[in-house]
């Protein structure tokens, strides 16, 4: 209970809106483009679709996002593209993103693989520590 004077401005109350669905996108890419992209509801299911495929997981240091090329090549990117767009369905997120992916230029994923093989060997110099650019 909150106590006001008569002439107090009255409260505004927001209106809730339901907050939209959370979605993991899955991107497995190479030089020449993107091999895989899944989109999975839970991240849980990530790790049982690895394991279900067999793919190796590499070892990254804690603390080093360098050395995930999708966290700085793909997702930042991604992420100025789309920011603010809402989708109705998953259907049309995964239309853009495929879309978005394919209309990128012919050396991006090349260029990305490129930065990763010199922030890979930067960390095997340091004997697998924290790696800075």
Not at 12 to 24: E, I, L
Not at 72 to 82: A, I, R, T, Y
Not at 83 to 89: P, V, Y
Request: hydrophobic share 40%; net charge negative.
């Amino acid at each position: 209970m909150t106590w006001k004077h008569p002439s107090s401005p009255v409260t505004k109350k927001f209106k809730v809106q339901r907050s939209a669905a959370k979605v993991m996108a899955t991107v497995f890419w190479d030089a020449k483009g993107v091999i895989l992209l899944d989109i999975l509801s839970q991240a849980n299911l990530t790790q049982q679709w690895l394991q279900r495929y067999s793919w190796e997981i590499l070892p990254l240091p804690a603390h080093s996002p360098d050395l995930a090329p999708s966290d700085f090549h793909l997702f930042g990117p991604l992420k100025c593209h789309s920011g603010g767009m809402a989708f109705e369905t998953e259907d049309d997120l995964i239309s853009e993103l495929r879309n978005w992916f394919d209309n990128l230029d012919d050396d991006f994923f090349q260029v990305g693989i490129n930065s990763l093989l010199s922030l890979w060997q930067k960390y095997i110099n340091l004997h697998r520590d924290y790696v800075e650019k």
